[in-house]
């Protein structure tokens, strides 16, 4: 139940951007292994090579060209010293935070948290996504 498959995320994470076309940068908070992560990121930077949508037609967008993920990054990035890694799911929840549209799921209770101090911050509700 944690965990979608890659094909799953690359596919979620397509149809929100397409809703989010703004959105240029991922940061997957994640304690999966690194050589899966390696493979995600790989996934999700082939699939965003070919985002050119066209929109429905009468739609004011017309063809939306979504373009390369400028930056795809992981908790596994992040470079902490034997004291900092206590704190590291401090971090990714502070990112997740700030972060333009989360994508949590809804198996995970740091998500469940992160969605509850997303929404007393006011972000919209449909910027926070569950699977």
């Known amino acids: 139940r944690c965990y979608p498959t890659i094909e799953q995320i690359v596919k979620r994470?397509?149809?929100v951007r397409l809703e989010h076309h703004r959105l240029t940068r991922i940061y997957i908070m994640t304690n999966g292994?690194?050589?899966?992560?390696?493979e995600l990121r790989l996934a999700l930077l082939?699939?965003?090579?070919?985002?050119?949508?066209?929109?429905p037609k009468g739609s004011p967008l017309g063809k939306v060209s979504l373009g390369?993920?400028?930056?795809?990054?992981?908790?596994?990035?992040?470079?902490?010293?034997?004291?900092q890694k206590h704190?590291?799911?401090?971090?990714?929840?502070?990112?997740a935070t700030?972060?333009?549209v989360l994508i949590g799921n809804?198996?995970?209770?740091?998500?469940g948290d992160v969605i509850m101090l997303r929404m007393a911050?006011?972000?919209p509700k449909e910027n926070n996504r569950l699977w």
């Open 13 to 15: 994470v397509r149809e």
């Open 46 to 55: 082939v699939d965003s090579d070919s985002h050119v949508v066209c929109m």
């Open 68 to 83: 390369r993920w400028e930056e795809v990054k992981t908790s596994r990035n992040l470079v902490l010293d034997w004291e």
């Open 121 to 123: 911050r006011g972000v």
């Open 33 to 38: 292994k690194t050589d899966w992560l390696q």
């Open 106 to 111: 809804g198996w995970s209770s740091l998500s």
């Open 98 to 100: 700030r972060a333009d």
């Open 87 to 95: 704190v590291a799911v401090a971090v990714d929840a502070a990112i």
